[in-house]
């Protein structure tokens, strides 16, 4: 089911890559970002230039429909205040999702709770933020 669908959605143009490209882009899982319930995120490399964030998926049980929907969805939305997904890997059980890097830290650490830092929006920013699309 995931090869026929992936099959389908080549022409929308995020990237398929390998495992080992994977490995490649992240300096074999060198700098992590973050864990969470659905995988872990790490710090990756395309180029010189060209930051990304590689969330390794948790291996998922069913026939893939989780990762259809996270590929499908996310692929198609190009919005300024969304990263974008840039590539994906599916390489047998193995999948992973690359987003482009958000160098500011994820918006979770902005709308949860201040912190030491003063990095908490408020919720009359958030408000504001919703209404206008910012």
Request: glycine share 10%; charged share 20%; with cysteine.
């Amino acid at each position: 089911m995931i090869e026929e669908f992936l099959e389908n959605y080549r022409a929308l143009k995020p990237t398929r890559y390998s495992y080992a490209d994977i490995k490649r882009i992240t300096n074999t899982f060198r700098d992590k970002l973050g864990q969470g319930t659905f995988g872990t995120v790490y710090k990756g490399k395309l180029s010189n230039e060209i930051f990304v964030a590689v969330k390794i998926l948790n291996n998922s049980k069913g026939n893939g429909e989780e990762f259809i929907n996270e590929v499908g969805t996310l692929g198609r939305i190009h919005y300024v205040n969304v990263v974008r997904l840039v590539g994906y890997c599916a390489d047998g059980f193995r999948r992973a999702l690359v987003y482009e890097f958000a160098p500011n830290g994820s918006l979770q650490n902005f709308i949860t709770s201040a912190d030491s830092n003063n990095h908490f929006l408020g919720w009359e920013k958030l408000q504001y933020m919703l209404e206008f699309g910012i």
